[in-house]
């Protein structure tokens, strides 16, 4: 019997700084750890004025977790200790398994207009942190739109909606990464694995998102799905457009400073020491 998501709990953005400098907006990070699980932290960054992100995030460590990095608007320079270069340009996306270690950076270019895009960061399971890295990119052209009526838009990152599957592959956490456009007076149901965390944010216009049309969300907003295998979304006098992500939980002890995340205090210790004296990137 189908059983569709209510929203379990709500949370809103608020304004930070990370990297050199770069002015965000984060959603959820290390205060919520746990709630989310096996997702650790979401920002969202945007501004039409370059000195707000110019400065970027310089070459920096990452160990026992994921970066999904995806531009609406923009361009990011992206290099890495492994051999990758690219540029992530508006629509395109980078998933970044740092596993092991990877030492990389990641620069904004100067863009004419709202410069736009998401950093997601994903846990890795135990048995996974320390096998080597990998690096997935793919430009706006590559990932699928699928439309399944009533002028709703659905770009499928990773996972699957209507038969139209992502182009993210061979992932622990049986990942959906969907970006979401829903018109107004309208209406979506989509299927989702029962299990999964599952929550949607809403980075532009308004929703519903509970089944008697109840659970408003507005720009800025994180909505917690509780269990089932279904989610609802409904539009009145607004269109809507979020993110929709799910994976599964991985139930772990989670050990995290910065930009390393580890199951233990030792584990964390030995990464930093590692970085320290040159010998953190294994492969």
């Avoid at 994921?66 to 270069?85: F, L, P």
């Avoid at 270690?101 to 994903?122: A, D, N, S, T, V």
């Avoid at 029962?194 to 519903?208: I, K, L, N």
């Amino acid at each position: 019997m189908t059983k569709i998501r209510k929203v379990e709990s709500t949370h809103h953005w608020h304004s930070t700084s990370d990297g050199a400098g770069v002015l965000l907006r984060r959603v959820f990070g290390f205060d919520e750890t746990g709630l989310l699980d096996p997702f650790l932290l979401l920002d969202f960054f945007g501004s039409d004025n370059p000195k707000d992100y110019i400065a970027g995030f310089p070459w920096h460590p990452h160990r026992g977790m994921e970066t999904i990095t995806y531009m609406i608007d923009g361009e990011v320079e992206h290099a890495d200790s492994i051999g990758n270069k690219g540029m992530i340009r508006s629509g395109g996306i980078q998933w970044m398994t740092a596993a092991s270690g990877i030492i990389h950076q990641e620069m904004p270019r100067r863009y004419e207009g709202m410069m736009r895009g998401f950093q997601l960061w994903l846990n890795m399971p135990a048995k996974d942190k320390m096998t080597a890295p990998k690096y997935q990119e793919f430009p706006a052209e590559m990932i699928p739109v699928a439309e399944p009526g009533d002028g709703i838009r659905v770009k499928v990152i990773a996972g699957e909606f209507c038969d139209t599957r992502g182009p993210v592959k061979d992932l622990e956490i049986d990942p959906l990464y969907l970006d979401i456009t829903v018109p107004e007076k309208a209406a979506l149901k989509t299927i989702v694995n029962p299990g999964h965390t599952v929550f949607a944010f809403v980075f532009e216009g308004e929703g519903f998102f509970d089944e008697n049309v109840s659970g408003f969300t507005k720009t800025g907003t994180l909505v917690k799905l509780a269990d089932g295998d279904m989610i609802s979304i409904t539009t009145k006098e607004s269109m809507v457009r979020f993110l929709l992500v799910a994976g599964k939980p991985i139930n772990e002890p989670v050990a995290w400073r910065g930009p390393i995340v580890m199951n233990t205090q030792d584990e964390l210790a030995t990464a930093f020491r590692e970085f320290r004296e040159g010998t953190f990137v294994k492969q």
